[in-house]
């Protein structure tokens, strides 16, 4: 009953201010805007050409180290995201394939009270079998721009030069954006997945917050993103990095 009641309350208003002109002609648009995006997520396969059109092709070529960048853990459960966990048996693959000697998991940790990334992954590298003296890890970085700038300033205190880098098919793009800005030369081995399992509504979003991220940066440097996000207390921005 009470559903009843809101739905009857909204379409009321909504009567209410379609007497306006101007609101009704700006609740048309809106409307029309609302339904066409409904339609085209839902009915029509342009998410998916979308994604298949973004996504990097892997261009594998034996290096000096795979870099896998971290999507995420859960920290409650201290397990990884489905997403990092997809990521780093791609890694693991290609270094017992033989492309690259070490293994270098980027991704630090969201909160001080959390074990950072890069270790649950090392850990896990362990268990499936890579040596430790095989695995490097980057504890700091808190996003992509991090995990680049970062990971360059490790591979260039080892005397590493060239990576195959590791990371979902949608956000190899921005890493590599962002590896370039660095000087780091990198190679993508994106992490196979069928992109049909995704739905429509994830895809676009995933593709919009990855050009948003290189737009950004041609425009701001990382601090004055960084204090813009810190300022309206959100994480949004800092994911655009």
Known sequence: MIYIGIIDFLASALKFFLKFRPIRLVVSVLAVLFISQEVVVRWTPLPFMLAEWFAVKPNLKKADVIIVLSGGADQNRRVLEGVTLGREIHGII??????????????????????????????????????????LTEEESRNTLENMRLSKKLMDAKGIRTALLVTSPLHMRRSLFFAGKFGLEAYPAPSPFWIHAQRGREILSSIKIEVMGMFLYNFFDEDTIRKAALFIRESFLLRLL
């Open 94 to 135: 290609l270094w017992r394939q033989g492309y690259a000697p070490k293994i270098l998991f980027s991704g630090g940790r969201v909160s001080e009270k959390y074990l950072n990334d890069a270790m649950y992954m090392k850990d896990l590298a362990i268990k499936l079998g890579v040596p430790e003296d095989a695995i």
